[in-house]
C-alpha cells in the first residue's frame, strides 16, 4: 500500500470534516444571535409597554374627580402591578446588557415616583405632577434609544 494515497485520503478527510464543523458552528452562532435579538425585542416591547401603560393608567386615575384620596391610593398601587411591570423589570435586569438594566430601573423608579405622588393630600393641587410626568417620558425616551441601540448593533 502506497502511503502517500492513505495520507493523502486521511489529510482530505481531516479537511472535509473541519470545513463541516466550522460551517455548523458558524450556522448555530447565527441562529442562536437571531433567537438571541428575538428575545430581547419581545422583552423590550413587553418593558416599554408595561411602563407606557402604566403611566397612562395613573394618568386617567389623576383625571377622575369622583374618587376618594384612599380610593385613588389604593388603585394607583394596583395600577403598577396590574401590568406586570415589575416582573418585566427582573427579566430585564437580567437579559439586558447592564447599561440598559440601568437604564430600565431608571425609567421603573420614575414611574413609581409618579405613582407615589398620589400618597399627597390632593394630587389635583400637586405642583410636581407635570415635572414629575416630564422625568417619566423623558426616562422612558432614554430608555427607548438604547434597546433601539441595544437591537441593531447585534
Known amino acids: 500500500m502506497d502511503w502517500g494515497t492513505l495520507a493523502g485520503t486521511a489529510l482530505g478527510a481531516i479537511l472535509g470534516v473541519s470545513t463541516t464543523l466550522l460551517a455548523e458552528r458558524s450556522r448555530w452562532q447565527r441562529e442562536h444571535s437571531a433567537r438571541e435579538r428575538a428575545v430581547k425585542q419581545q422583552l423590550y416591547a413587553e418593558y416599554l409597554g408595561a411602563l407606557s401603560l402604566t403611566t397612562h393608567r395613573l394618568r386617567d386615575l389623576k383625571r377622575s374627580s369622583d374618587l376618594t384620596r384612599e380610593e385613588r391610593v389604593g388603585q394607583a398601587g394596583e395600577i403598577l402591578g396590574s401590568t406586570n411591570a415589575y416582573h418585566l423589570r427582573y427579566q430585564m435586569l437580567i437579559i439586558a ?9 431608571q425609567a421603573f423608579t420614575r414611574v413609581r415616583v409618579l405613582r407615589d405622588r398620589f400618597d399627597g393630600p390632593d394630587i389635583n393641587a400637586d405642583a410636581e405632577w407635570s415635572s414629575t410626568m416630564a422625568a417619566v417620558s ?12 441595544d437591537l441593531t448593533s447585534d
Open 138 to 149: 423623558e426616562a422612558l425616551d432614554s430608555l427607548r434609544v438604547a434597546m433601539r441601540s
Open 97 to 105: 446588557p447592564e447599561h440598559l438594566g440601568d437604564l430600565a430601573n
